[in-house]
């Protein structure tokens, strides 16, 4: 018995990134100056795109690099993205470069993090942030997203971690969805908890607002009408 795997193809790749990015056929043919019976052809496979059209939708639809070397594979052609790894001697010159900006940050903490928020360098005031967190959460590989937000970490030091919480995994959820990465996906899953102490309690019912009897006077009705502010009136936060 032969076990043959099926592989994508780069239609149905393509579709997915256009159903992630929510776009429909019309909409991304647009985008892209071609017809939107030619981009059916691709994704259903009636049409070989070449390598320019594979790379110009993969640019329409922001798909990352490191993706768009696997559309080029399904579409049977050569990846046109380098990858190196940061220890390798081509990128001497990007560990300096990193190295230069961790000291210069120096007396505050610095980090760098990969895309899965992995601990790749630190400088040495980050021992004043992790300082009495849990040792099980330094053991490598770090994630400095878990470390951040464990109820062992950092998370009971963070005075704002309400709001710092939201805005990491806010900013996790759109890196997942933009990059299509499953390991981005499932560290949305699996972030910590928010500690009890943190949790905002629920807002208390108000009472709806009675509405003017109906013994009111029209003027009444109508001073309490132009004494609501209008939402176009209303201030705005900048």
């Keep these: 018995m032969i076990d043959v795997t099926t592989r994508p193809t780069v239609g149905n790749l393509l579709r997915e990134w256009r159903h992630r990015r929510r776009l429909s056929q019309l909409d991304l ?3 892209a100056g071609i017809s939107a019976r030619h981009l059916s052809f691709v994704e259903t496979g009636r049409s070989r795109p070449s390598a320019e059209m594979v790379v110009h939708l993969a640019e329409r639809l922001e798909v990352p690099l490191r993706e768009r070397n696997g559309l080029l594979l399904a ?14 001697p081509e990128m001497g010159p990007v560990r300096e470069a990193l190295d230069q900006l961790l000291r210069a940050h120096h007396p505050l903490p610095a980090v760098v993090v990969d895309r899965h ?3 790749v360098a630190a400088n040495d005031a980050i021992a004043l942030l992790v300082d009495g ?8 590989p770090v994630n400095v997203l878990r470390l951040s937000l464990h ?10 971690l309400r709001q710092w919480r939201a805005h990491l995994l806010d900013r996790l959820g759109r890196e997942s969805v933009i990059s299509g990465d499953p390991a981005l996906a499932a560290c949305t899953r699996n972030s910590p908890p928010t500690p009890a102490a943190d949790r905002q309690p629920p807002e208390p019912r108000r009472r709806a607002a009675r509405s003017p009897s109906r013994c009111a006077s029209a003027s009444a009705r109508r001073n309490l009408r132009s004494s609501a502010p209008s939402p176009r009136s209303a201030p705005r936060s900048t």
């Design 29 to 31: 043919a647009l985008e």
């Design 75 to 88: 579409a049977g052609y050569a990846p046109a993205y380098a990858q190196h790894d940061l220890g390798a």
């Design 151 to 160: 109820p062992e970490g950092m998370a009971p030091r963070i005075v704002n």
């Design 133 to 140: 967190v849990a040792p099980h959460l330094l053991e490598a």
């Design 117 to 119: 928020w992995g601990l």
